[in-house]
């Protein structure tokens, strides 16, 4: 069985809590795109674990985890991120945790170049979260990075290290007047982030179709929504790299395999971390109330999310991008302060009404229509069958299925591990 979880809106749908509990019935989870630009919240037993490099598995002893070829890696911040998660009692060694040779290197210049890029678009910037994540992804379409696989040869890393160096003070300094980058401090930053995860680097490749061969069960792991994809997104407000379901083998490492199941994560609201067409958004009182009751504020940054109402147009075109086979509804609890619940049901664009998701500048110019459905105005928690659920709820999740056009397989109700219905 290969299942990927995937994102269906802008990300922040809560994918992380989605893995860990799914993870229980899995053998393998990997990680096959982006960086650490965006989080992943995991609360279970153990406590509350942010990730933003290390699959969402890692909290779970008996489970492979593997970050694959189509990761961005700064190994600084997983450093970092694989000691704070150690401190909290989880057991992080090379028989669970493999990184793919293959897995590109995000170097402190990319981290420097995402800021002096954003800083001199000023009013016009993308909305970076300054990781560095566009840079590396440029510089490995255009073949000048190092790659996990390096580690294992430092014999030839700094004369690596040193052509690439040369080649990028001509953007650093010659572009935008930067102090130069020393080839020696990025080689001492190698050795002391990245080289104590040498053990851990192999060929993920063979790994993962060997799993698949002895019958082990794939969870396919994605970083954002359908609608940061670079291809299929709110370009050029996207990431840099794909985030579709369809990308998961081949990010993985392991294109000759072909997915089982497509679980899409979908909000019982919509949220939005960063610049870009976000349709509807909510404003104001209703929008700051809807904020704190679902505590958005982004996992990797902190910043406040944009928040608004269930979007059914972007829902409908995210689901039907992602291939998915099965939705995953969360934090349908955050709405049971609600006597109303905002759900925006189409877009004007000109003087239309229109319910297919739109692109470039009809996306711009887009404007929500809302409708209100009934709220339950009580806490669900403690709900684990639907029968269990208010009237009102069981309408809310039926109503979403529909207009997607996906069945609903789970129910998050809270933010604990155990706090979820399984649908079917």
């Given at each position: 069985?290969?299942?990927?979880?995937?994102?269906?809106?802008?990300?922040?749908?809560?994918?992380?809590?989605?893995?860990?509990?799914?993870?229980?019935?899995?053998?393998?989870?990997?990680?096959?795109q982006?960086?650490?630009?965006?989080?992943?919240?995991?609360?279970?037993?153990?406590g509350k674990?942010i990730?933003?490099?290390?699959?969402?598995g890692?909290l779970?002893?008996?489970v492979?985890?593997?970050m694959?070829?189509?990761?961005?890696?700064?190994?600084?911040h997983?450093?970092?991120e694989?000691a704070?998660i150690?401190?909290?009692?989880?057991?992080?060694?090379?028989?669970?945790?493999?990184?793919?040779?293959?897995?590109?290197?995000?170097?402190?210049?990319?981290?420097?170049?995402?800021?002096?890029?954003e800083?001199?678009?000023?009013?016009?910037?993308?909305?970076?979260?300054?990781?560095?994540i566009?840079?590396?992804?440029?510089?490995?379409y255009?073949?000048?990075?190092?790659?996990?696989?390096?580690?294992?040869?430092?014999e030839v890393?700094?004369?690596?290290?040193?052509?690439?160096v040369e080649?990028?003070?001509?953007?650093v300094?010659?572009?935008?007047?930067?102090?130069?980058?020393?080839?020696e401090?990025m080689?001492?930053w190698?050795?002391?982030?990245?080289?104590?995860?040498?053990?851990?680097?192999c060929?993920?490749?063979?790994?993962l179709?060997q799993?698949?061969?002895?019958g082990?069960?794939?969870?396919?792991?994605?970083?954002?929504?359908?609608?940061?994809d670079?291809?299929f997104?709110?370009?050029?407000y996207?990431?840099?790299?794909s985030?579709i379901a369809?990308?998961?083998?081949?990010?993985?490492?392991?294109?000759?395999?072909?997915?089982?199941?497509?679980?899409?994560?979908?909000?019982?609201?919509s949220?939005?971390?960063?610049?870009?067409?976000?349709?509807?958004?909510l404003?104001g009182?209703?929008?700051?109330?809807l904020?704190?009751?679902?505590?958005?504020?982004g996992?990797?940054?902190?910043?406040p999310?944009?928040?608004?109402?269930?979007?059914?147009?972007?829902?409908?075109?995210?689901?039907?991008?992602?291939?998915?086979?099965?939705?995953a509804l969360?934090?349908?609890?955050?709405?049971s302060?609600?006597?109303k619940?905002?759900?925006?049901t189409?877009?004007?664009?000109?003087?239309?009404?229109?319910?297919?998701?739109?692109?470039?500048?009809e996306?711009?110019?887009?404007?929500?229509?809302?409708?209100?459905?009934?709220g339950w105005?009580?806490?669900?928690?403690?709900?684990?069958?639907?029968?269990?659920?208010?009237e009102?709820?069981?309408?809310?999740v039926?109503?979403?299925e529909?207009?997607?056009?996906?069945?609903?397989?789970y129910v998050s109700?809270?933010?604990?591990?155990e706090?979820y219905i399984?649908?079917?």
């Amino acid at each position: 069985m290969l299942t990927a979880v995937v994102g269906i809106n802008w990300g922040d749908e809560g994918k992380g809590r989605m893995v860990d509990l799914l993870s229980q019935d899995y053998d393998v989870v990997c990680r096959y795109q982006g960086g650490n630009n965006a989080g992943h919240t995991v609360v279970n037993e153990r406590g509350k674990f942010i990730l933003n490099l290390l699959p969402s598995g890692i909290l779970r002893d008996e489970v492979i985890n593997v970050m694959g070829p189509g990761m961005v890696i700064d190994v600084e911040h997983l450093f970092n991120e694989a000691a704070k998660i150690r401190e909290g009692g989880i057991i992080i060694e090379p028989r669970h945790l493999r990184i793919s040779d293959r897995a590109t290197i995000c170097m402190p210049y990319h981290r420097l170049l995402d800021c002096l890029e954003e800083d001199r678009l000023a009013g016009k910037k993308f909305g970076s979260t300054r990781r560095g994540i566009a840079p590396v992804y440029a510089d490995k379409y255009m073949k000048k990075t190092l790659r996990m696989g390096d580690l294992r040869h430092p014999e030839v890393l700094k004369e690596k290290i040193a052509d690439i160096v040369e080649w990028k003070n001509l953007t650093v300094s010659g572009g935008y007047g930067h102090e130069p980058i020393s080839a020696e401090e990025m080689y001492q930053w190698i050795e002391k982030f990245a080289m104590p995860f040498a053990d851990y680097v192999c060929d993920t490749t063979a790994l993962l179709n060997q799993c698949e061969k002895e019958g082990k069960k794939i969870l396919f792991e994605a970083q954002l929504g359908a609608l940061r994809d670079i291809d299929f997104g709110i370009y050029p407000y996207t990431s840099s790299s794909s985030t579709i379901a369809a990308y998961a083998p081949i990010g993985a490492g392991v294109p000759n395999l072909k997915l089982t199941d497509s679980i899409g994560i979908i909000k019982a609201y919509s949220s939005c971390v960063g610049e870009g067409p976000f349709t509807c958004e909510l404003f104001g009182e209703e929008g700051d109330k809807l904020r704190e009751a679902g505590g958005e504020y982004g996992a990797a940054t902190g910043r406040p999310r944009r928040v608004g109402g269930f979007d059914v147009v972007a829902s409908k075109y995210g689901t039907m991008i992602q291939g998915c086979t099965s939705l995953a509804l969360t934090k349908l609890d955050v709405l049971s302060y609600l006597d109303k619940i905002p759900v925006c049901t189409a877009y004007e664009v000109d003087g239309r009404r229109i319910s297919e998701f739109p692109s470039g500048e009809e996306l711009r110019k887009a404007t929500p229509v809302y409708e209100y459905m009934e709220g339950w105005n009580c806490d669900i928690s403690g709900c684990r069958t639907m029968e269990e659920m208010p009237e009102a709820a069981v309408k809310y999740v039926r109503y979403i299925e529909e207009q997607v056009g996906c069945p609903i397989q789970y129910v998050s109700v809270g933010a604990e591990r155990e706090e979820y219905i399984k649908v079917f």
